[in-house]
């Protein structure tokens, strides 16, 4: 379940398009009423809208990795002259 959350925060609209994609197939099998092309595209937008929030609410944001510092090089050494 976590992977497919972080799947989503980086891609919340996988989901939208996966609702346009299945919409049509219901509809030609009288499982939903007929929709326009204007109400369809509503539906996939407000699901977008909702995944998006949604899971940027429910899934912690990964904080990058911190960079390790490497130790400083020691300075060469200059000899004044004489």
Do not use: Y
């Amino acid at each position: 379940m976590r992977n497919l959350k972080l799947v989503l925060q980086k891609e919340p609209a996988a989901i939208g398009t996966l609702v346009a994609s299945i919409l049509p197939m219901l509809i030609l099998l009288d499982l939903m009423p007929s929709l326009d092309d204007r109400q369809v595209a509503a539906i996939v937008v407000a699901i977008n809208a909702l995944v998006g929030f949604g899971i940027r609410l429910t899934v912690p944001v990964a904080r990058p990795r911190r960079r390790r510092r490497r130790a400083a090089a020691a300075a060469p050494q200059t000899t004044a002259a004489p």
